[in-house]
Every structure is written in C-alpha cells, then in structure tokens.
C-alpha cells in the first residue's frame, strides 16, 4: 500500500503544509493510522486513494492550523501591548497545574517522551535521538501519552 500511496500522500501533505518536514510527518501519520486502524476503511464508500487522500489532507490542514494558533500564542505572549486578564491567569495557573498532575501520573516511558516534547521542546526526532528509539516509536509513545493526559483532564471536567 505505502509503494502504491505515498507520492500521493505526500504529495497532497506538502501541496498543504508547504514544507516538506511537516509533509514527511503527515505521511508517516497517516499510513501509521491505517496500519493501527485498518476497518476504518470502507471500499463501499470509495477507492483506497481517495480515502488516503482525505486523511493526509484533513491532517495536513490540522498541522498548518495548529502552527498558525501556536504563531499566534507566541506572538500575544511576546506582545506586552497586549495584557492578560486576571482571570485568565488564574486559570491558566490551574489547568497547569493539572496538566502536570496527569504528566506526573504517566508511566516513566511516556512522562520521560513528554517532557522532553513538550516542556523541553524537543521535535520527536530529537526524542527519538536523545532516547535511542526509533522516530515512530517516539511519536507513537508520544501520542499515547497525550491520548492518556486528555482522558486524565476529562475525568476532571477540562476539555479542550
């Protein structure tokens, strides 16, 4: 499947992204789906390609979505012009709170991934390298962690 699909995947990723790093990751993405959740796929209701062509958009639309909201994060939180209320402050300082709580509660192979994703900002390569896993498992690892830290947050009424 992948030698008769990835061009096209990626090709639509990087139609999308318009880089190819963030191309090579939906692609890697999506065909990892399929291998996780291959009933997903239903030939009553279209070809292979135009189903692996509608995931590797809708990913590919996610990434640049989630990089413009992170673009405008960085950019409010370095604008002093633009103050936070006191509110939103408080929280802010609550939900992070929590949020460390659920890291806090991982097991030491996903909290160690997570730390280094996310509070050390780390890309999953170089989790994968600093960890000497290979770059899927890094990401699996990671997206499971935080498949566990969402379902930790629900059960106390924080959603995103």
Same mark, same amino acid.
């Not at 030698?3 to 692609?27: P, Q």
């Not at 590797?56 to 990089?67: F, G, L, P, Q, S």
């Not at 994703?117 to 899927?136: D, H, I, N, P, S």
């Given at each position: 499947?992948?030698?008769?699909?990835?061009?096209?995947?990626?090709?639509?990723?990087?139609?999308?992204?318009?880089?190819?790093?963030?191309?090579?990751?939906?692609?890697?993405?999506?065909?990892?789906?399929?291998?996780?959740?291959?009933?997903v796929f239903?030939?009553?209701?279209?070809?292979? &390609?135009?189903?692996? /062509? @509608?995931?590797?958009?809708? %990913?590919? *639309?996610? #990434?640049?979505?989630?990089?413009?909201? =992170?673009?405008?994060?960085?950019?409010?939180?370095?604008?002093?012009?633009?103050?936070?209320?006191?509110?939103?402050?408080?929280?802010?300082?609550?939900?992070?709170?929590?949020?460390? &709580?659920?890291?806090? /509660? @991982?097991?030491?192979?996903? %909290?160690? *991934?997570? #730390?280094l994703a996310?509070?050390?900002? =780390?890309?999953?390569?170089?989790?994968?390298?600093?960890?000497?896993?290979?770059?899927?498992?890094?990401?699996?690892?990671?997206?499971?962690?935080?498949r566990r830290?969402?379902?930790?947050?629900?059960?106390? /009424?924080?959603?995103?």
């Amino acid at each position: 499947m992948y030698e008769s699909y990835a061009a096209l995947v990626y090709g639509l990723a990087l139609r999308v992204t318009r880089s190819r790093e963030a191309a090579e990751d939906v692609t890697q993405e999506v065909f990892g789906f399929v291998w996780e959740r291959p009933l997903v796929f239903d030939p009553a209701k279209g070809t292979m &390609r135009s189903f692996l /062509g @509608l995931l590797a958009h809708r %990913r590919a *639309v996610e #990434v640049v979505r989630r990089e413009e909201r =992170r673009k405008r994060l960085l950019q409010r939180v370095h604008d002093p012009a633009v103050p936070d209320p006191v509110e939103d402050v408080v929280a802010g300082a609550e939900v992070s709170g929590q949020v460390r &709580r659920a890291v806090a /509660g @991982l097991p030491g192979v996903l %909290r160690e *991934v997570i #730390v280094l994703a996310y509070f050390k900002e =780390r890309t999953y390569r170089q989790v994968a390298a600093e960890l000497g896993l290979a770059e899927g498992t890094a990401k699996s690892r990671i997206r499971t962690a935080l498949r566990r830290i969402a379902d930790t947050l629900a059960e106390e /009424g924080i959603t995103p």
